[in-house]
T-cell receptor, first 110, second 115 residues
Framework: TQLLEQSPQFLSIQEGENLTVYCNSS?????LQWYRQEPGEGPVLLVT?????EVKKLKRLTFQFGDARKDSSLHITAAQPGDTGLYLC??????????FGTGTRLLVSP | KAGVTQTPRYLIKTRGQQVTLSCSPI?????VSWYQQTPGQGLQFLFE???????NKGNFPGRFSGRQFSNSRSEMNVSTLELGDSALYLC??????????????FGPGTRLTVT
């Protein structure tokens, strides 16, 4: 069974702080996605990383895929209250099924 | 372009009953996937339908079933409801036609509570 563990589970920070969320697995994934989910809504895709070692930037968010394609990280610079939400990593696993991580709930206070 | 819509948004059922949830994908999308989200187990894949055929299935008991209509709209059914079936059920559509998974667009979900 392919599993994705995220850490930390919860993060409460002040506006302007930096943070990193980690997504780890013992399995190799062909690609990895990051989603953000807000209350009452479904997850929204932020990025897909495909190549080991790949780094992608989306404004203040930086995503990295591990060299061995087993782990990934999301770094947010100067967090804002609008970044509040549930962050989910998801790996494309066997038979093209999406395997979601355990989730990181982020609260950014003004 | 309208997004993925799910009905109803909220549902309360009693143990032993059955329930049917509906999903209308983005226009032109023929692939529809269903997921269950719970605090304990997180987001788990239920099944995927493409052109009225189940293309992929997760590890859920046979009480969970689905179907897709010729207009790509999909329904999922859960029979003999258990307390543990209380969850947010999410539907996602994609333009996927071939073997590789591409971007999925999620609906807002149906919150099912089983009492």
């Amino acid at each position: 069974t392919q599993l994705l563990e995220q850490s930390p589970q919860f993060l409460s920070i002040q506006e302007g702080e930096n943070l990193t969320v980690y997504c780890n697995s013992s399995s190799v994934f062909s690609s990895l996605q990051w989603y953000r989910q807000e209350p009452g809504e479904g997850p929204v895709l932020l990025v897909t990383v495909v190549t080991g070692g790949e780094v992608k930037k989306l404004k203040r968010l930086t995503f990295q895929f591990g060299d061995a394609r087993k782990d990934s990280s999301l770094h947010i610079t100067a967090a804002q209250p609008g970044d509040t939400g549930l962050y989910l990593c998801a790996g494309i696993g066997s038979f093209q099924k999406l395997v979601f991580g355990t989730g990181t709930r982020l609260l950014v206070s003004p | 372009k309208a997004g993925v819509t799910q009905t109803p948004r909220y549902l309360i059922k009693t143990r032993g009953q059955q329930v049917t949830l509906s999903c209308s994908p983005i226009s032109g999308h023929r692939s529809v996937s269903w997921y269950q989200q719970t605090p304990g187990q997180g987001l788990q894949f239920l099944f995927e339908y493409f052109s009225e055929t189940q293309r992929n299935k997760g590890n859920f008991p046979g009480r969970f079933s689905g179907r897709q209509f010729s207009n790509s709209r999909s329904e999922m059914n859960v029979s003999t409801l258990e307390l543990g079936d209380s969850a947010l059920y999410l539907c996602a559509s994609s333009s996927r036609t071939g073997p590789l998974l591409n971007e999925q667009y999620f609906g807002p979900g149906t919150r099912l509570t089983v009492t």
